[in-house]
């Protein structure tokens, strides 16, 4: 065999570290970004958070003095002509601005859609990440925000050993109680039975574990009887029968304390006449039973639970301007990033054996700020595609949503599917009806009798209206919505229908029936 060498030429494409840091910049959500920040922060010591609005570069005093249109001015974010000189540019202001301007990226922070389609960029002066601009309304100083009024909510548990403060107990009781109220879940339930509790502390010792077994039996009786009513129960028929003793004492609530003994699906499936038959009780009054036990509270928790991880802040803040909407990014979720001042210059004098590795620490820090300026930049551009293309929604609400699909945007911008998924996911729209994920305007199409198309957002939309304003003792079934639909001029088969219907936790029709 004959060896020799040869030369061939070809192309292929690499992902660099800067592009990989884009991307998955890009599909992160709010509150993995802030993590990803804080990360960075506390790993790049190039790296720190701006308090204060930081001075704007200038790119030269030509460009300066220059007129500038009103659709080009944008919001730039300041990197020190210290930090940038410390790659070797110098010191002088010719160098600094021009290597300000090499390492800027210039986010826009809002555009504005007129009713006629026009883009026009909303000048601001403020820095990129900056305090955002006090708001113009009657709301004064003194009102908080929603993270404070979280901070201030209390908790299931705190609100239970509040009331456990008022009992007189001895040690082991006390702490008995304490730690069965530790052990609810968000809605109140105890999950793990006595046994299992006694089990886990004492181990091995069965003597141990039946004396905790009887101190926990105890104490649940007290956690019992704790408000909210409800709360220690162990499933919804006990949750539900720890409830009926506050209700007036009828026939009606004695029927319910004996339907609250029998299986539950029964009560799920409204099965009046079996329930009659193993309760003893008439039609009639185990119909009233079930208004009774329809006004329980089957979460009695609940409404401790913290809203915190449920509070959504948008990325996007759409609003009326004119005769269009003014779509902005909400600059309470942007980071204020600056390369540090004081490091960038010490590099620049230090000529040690490590001057290589720091250098690249302050090159990822400049990398870091502009891939989290075109995140945010990628996301104002993809949202004000999709305000451009569901105009009719944010005039007229969800009936009037349109096909759409991930292509239709991608092509528009000249990005991939993937990106304009990625921008999609996890990321929120502030508008006059609500805040909604970007994915929410994105939906397929369903063929009319005119030979046009209806989004799938607008037909589950149409099925909830006719759903609220059905008659309660007779319910629309699937067959007579999909009818109700095709008199609209929508096709929409009856199992079309049920998905919808199940996406929109809407129950089937002979459960909405009111009897």
């Not at 300041?78 to 202001?93: K, L, Q, R």
């Not at 201030?152 to 730690?179: G, K, Y």
């Not at 001029?489 to 029709?509: D, F, Q, S």
Request: glycine share 6%; charged share 25%.
């Amino acid at each position: 065999m004959k060896q020799g060498l040869s030369l061939r030429v070809s192309q292929h494409l690499a992902l660099t570290p800067q592009l990989q840091q884009s991307i998955r910049l890009l599909q992160l959500s709010t509150l993995e970004l802030s993590q990803e920040v804080e990360q960075m922060l506390d790993e790049n010591p190039f790296l720190e958070l701006s308090e204060d609005a930081a001075v704007r570069e200038e790119f030269g005093l030509e460009q300066a003095d220059a007129p500038v249109s009103q659709e080009n001015r944008e919001f730039e974010i300041a990197t020190s002509s210290v930090a940038d000189s410390a790659d070797g540019t110098g010191a002088t202001g010719k160098n600094d601005s021009e290597s300000s301007a090499e390492t800027s990226l210039e986010p826009k922070l809002e555009e504005s859609w007129d009713g006629d389609g026009t883009v026009e960029s909303g000048p601001d002066d403020s820095e990129w990440g900056g305090d955002a601009p006090a708001r113009k309304n009657n709301l004064d100083d003194s009102d908080t925000e929603a993270s404070d009024l979280v901070g201030n909510h209390e908790s299931l548990q705190d609100h239970l050993h509040r009331q456990a403060l008022c009992l007189r107990l001895s040690d082991v009781d006390r702490a008995a109680l304490h730690f069965l109220i530790e052990s609810l879940n968000d809605d109140g339930y105890l999950e793990d039975s006595l046994a299992s509790l006694a089990a886990g502390l004492a181990g091995d010792d069965l003597e141990q574990a039946e004396e905790l077994e009887q101190h926990f039996s105890m104490a649940l009786k007290l956690l019992q009887h704790m408000e909210p009513a409800g709360v220690g129960a162990r499933n919804l028929a006990e949750c539900l029968s720890l409830q009926l003793p506050d209700c007036p004492d009828c026939e009606e609530t004695r029927a319910a304390m004996a339907m609250c003994q029998q299986p539950m699906e029964l009560l799920a499936k409204r099965d009046v006449k079996r329930l009659s038959l193993l309760c003893g009780f008439p039609e009639s009054v185990i119909k009233g039973a079930i208004a009774v036990i329809a006004r329980l509270d089957p979460k009695p928790g609940r409404r401790f639970a913290s809203v915190e991880r449920n509070l959504i802040v948008p990325d996007v803040i759409v609003v009326k301007s004119g005769r269009g909407f003014k779509v902005s990014l909400n600059r309470e979720v942007m980071p204020r990033l600056r390369v540090h001042d004081l490091y960038a210059s010490a590099l620049k004098q230090h000529k040690g054996q490590n001057g290589q590795a720091l250098h690249q620490r302050l090159q990822e820090a400049r990398w870091f700020i502009k891939n989290i300026q075109q995140r945010f930049d990628t996301i104002l551009r993809v949202s004000s595609a999709i305000v451009e293309r569901q105009k009719n929604f944010f005039a007229h609400g969800e009936l009037a949503m349109r096909p759409l699909v991930l292509r239709e945007i991608a092509d528009e911008l000249g990005l991939h599917e993937s990106t304009i998924s990625r921008v999609t996911t996890a990321k929120y729209m502030s508008t006059p009806f609500g805040t909604f994920e970007l994915k929410y305007f994105f939906g397929s199409a369903l063929g009319t009798e005119t030979g046009g198309n209806a989004s799938s957002t607008a037909v589950r939309a149409l099925i909830k209206q006719f759903v609220s304003s059905e008659s309660p003792k007779k319910p629309l079934s699937d067959h007579q919505i999909s009818e109700m639909l095709k008199e609209q001029g929508i096709e929409c088969a009856r199992r079309t229908v049920a998905k919808y219907r199940e996406a929109l936790r809407i129950a089937p029709a002979n459960l909405r029936k009111s009897l």
